[in-house]
C-alpha cells in the first residue's frame, strides 16, 4: 500500500524534500514505517528523528497522521492505511 509522508520546518530542510510516497506493507504500524524512513535516510534521520528500535520519536519533533497527533492513535502501534498522510513536523524551528 502506499502512503505520503509530508515535512515541515527542520526535517524537511535536514532531507531537503518537503514530502515522498512510499510504498509499505499492509497492516504497517507507524514504527514500521519510521523504520523505513531510517532506513532510507540514514545517520541524519536516526540522529534528530527516530531511532530504530526506541519507543517514541526524538525530543523536538511531532507525528500526525492524517492530521490526528498520533498520541491520540496509539502512538508508534498506530495501524497505517492505503492512502493516509503522515507528516513529520519539528515543533521549534530556531532564528
Given amino acids: 500500500m502506499k502512503v505520503r509522508v509530508q515535512y515541515l520546518g527542520y526535517i524537511k530542510n535536514m532531507l531537503n524534500k518537503r514530502e515522498e510516497h512510499l510504498e509499505i506493507e499492509d497492516k504497517s504500524s507507524l514504527y514500521d514505517l519510521l523504520n523505513k524512513l531510517a532506513g532510507i535516510h540514514g545517520a541524519a534521520f536516526k540522529k534528530e528523528v527516530y531511532e530504530p528500535g526506541v519507543k517514541d520519536i526524538k525530543t523536538g519533533f511531532s507525528v500526525t497522521i492524517n ?4 498520541g491520540q492513535l496509539g502512538g508508534l502501534n498506530a495501524k497505517l492505511n492505503e492512502g493516509d498522510n503522515v507528516m513529520l513536523m519539528s515543533l521549534m524551528s530556531g532564528g
Fill in 67 to 70: 492530521g490526528v497527533f498520533i
